[in-house]
């Protein structure tokens, strides 16, 4: 039983690895539950975001002509930065655990 279960991990730290929007998997089990997190998807318009999240703490535009907004999410104590990106018309085309400066560096960098 153990090591199945090793081996089940080590596969998930594997395919997390790879990913191409790395990010820390305990935001999602922490967080998922936030309205932000569990109900905005992409596609969505910049109104309906707001309406699920309020207003973000920062906007910041981007060289596409899209924006970002920034939050912060809280529980218990604890703040952890989420974004949601939005295209030139103004729909969800990317969300995650990190702020907009973060994720458009990432970009930059060729790491999403």
Known sequence: MYKHALAALLAS???IGCS???ENPVDHVTYRDQPL???VENGMTMQKVIAIGGSPSTVIDLPNGGTCNNYILNKEGHQQPY???F???GH???????TCEQREQ??????G
């Open 92 to 98: 969800v085309d990317d969300k995650g655990f990190k």
């Open 13 to 15: 730290a594997t395919l």
């Open 20 to 22: 191409s929007n790395p």
């Open 83 to 85: 974004y949601v990106r």
């Open 87 to 89: 295209d030139a018309t």
């Open 106 to 111: 990432d970009r930059r960098e060729g790491r």
């Open 37 to 39: 997190v569990k109900q």
